[in-house]
């Protein structure tokens, strides 16, 4: 089973940038498509961007031209470098596979608070 370890979140002002990373362990990584998920509270869990093998990459409307995923497969890591942050984008953010319906069991995620 592969474990997921999300990191890098913090506490930004609004216009601030954090980059997120989540360490993979486990075979095959660079197969998979990746995608970073957030869940604000009583919100559901959300898609925010995905990125393929081929680095072909997705975003959700709401952080297009402000994030960008990336991959790493030598070191089995996915980023998110989040820039103009802005508070709704206030979440737990955890990274998975996406573009499937079986997802790994979901780590800790790493929390994002935009707040001046």
Known sequence: QVQLVESGGGLVQPGGSLRLSCAASGSFFSIYVMGWYRQAPGKQRELVASIASGEFTTYADSVKGRFTISRDNAKKTVYLQM??????????????????????????????TVSS
């Open 83 to 112: 820039n103009s942050l802005k508070p709704e984008d206030t979440a737990v953010y955890y990274c998975n596979r996406a573009g499937s319906s079986f997802y790994w069991n979901w780590g800790q995620g790493t929390q994002v």
